[in-house]
């Protein structure tokens, strides 16, 4: 004899996917029929009755319909599923509840916006950015590498301009996105890119001799010098303290957001 238990589908698709399974009735097949028992809401199987040839090819065309369905929904929700598919940015270097960490390419060409003119992609040097996700704190720093850097890498002031000396960012009216994680790192990268400087607040390179160093404003000339090039000098990167590691540089960076990683 083979027993096969039956619940009869009842709601919404939506319903449906999130449905306990709750056992209706019990088929019991044998060699001389098949007989319907009902089962109750503990699992108790009550007495039953035997099916005639109808009845029973109206009850498994039921199953059938069911096992249809949820065909369909496994088929809607593996392609969901698909379309949610991405690989993890491989300039993520880090991430948890409270902060994202990625790199930018060493020697990347990108413009440079200044409040009286727009300069042709220049060479960067290799960039760390550090974002905590629950305040609108964005933190760089630079490497003199070119390959995925290493926490034991020395760090370097991000010789661009609107970053202070504890290299965080002054947003002035550059605006971090709500979602801060590893989705967004292109938004959140722009934040300092794309936007448009106002200036440099403090002497964050070593300026060839050629440069006066009397003020800031010859950070901006610096750049200009650039323009054309392939290649960032990476001697003129300021150390952010002596001997700095990046592990170093994040472990302070959580510190002064209140956590830790």
């Excluded at 409040?115 to 490497?143: D, E, G, M, S, W």
């Excluded at 970053?163 to 971090?176: E, F, I, M, N, R």
């Excluded at 390179?205 to 050629?210: A, D, G, M, T, V």
């Amino acid at each position: 004899m083979e027993v096969i238990t039956y619940t009869k589908p009842t709601g919404t698709e939506k319903e449906l996917k999130y449905q306990k399974p709750v056992a209706k009735f019990m088929l019991m097949v044998a060699n001389c029929g098949v007989m319907r028992c009902p089962v109750d809401s503990e699992g108790n199987v009550g007495d039953g009755i035997w099916l005639n040839d109808h009845e029973w090819i109206k009850t498994i065309d039921e199953a059938k319909e069911y096992a249809q369905m949820s065909l369909e929904l496994d088929r809607k929700s593996n392609k969901s599923n698909h379309s949610k598919r991405s690989f993890i940015d491989d300039t993520l270097l880090f991430e948890n509840d409270n902060a994202v960490i990625w790199y930018s390419q060493a020697n990347r060409l990108l413009p440079q916006y200044y409040t009286n003119k727009v300069l042709k992609p220049v060479p960067h040097p290799q960039l760390v950015f550090f974002v905590a996700k629950h305040i609108n704190r964005l933190a760089v720093v630079a490497t003199n590498q070119v390959a995925r850097p290493s926490l034991k890498d020395k760090v370097f002031h991000a010789p661009l301009a609107n970053l202070y000396s504890d290299q965080h960012l002054c947003l002035g009216t550059a605006h971090l996105p709500v979602k801060k994680d590893s989705t967004n790192i292109k938004e959140m990268e722009d934040c300092l890119l794309a936007s448009r400087y106002s200036g440099f607040k403090f002497m964050s390179l070593k300026l060839p001799e050629s440069m006066s160093k009397s003020s800031t404003s010859t950070c901006e000339t610096f750049w200009e010098s650039l323009q054309g090039k392939q290649t960032f000098p990476i001697e003129a990167l300021l150390e952010t303290s002596k001997n700095q590691t990046l592990e170093q540089w994040i472990d302070i960076q959580f510190e002064k957001i209140g956590s830790s990683w």
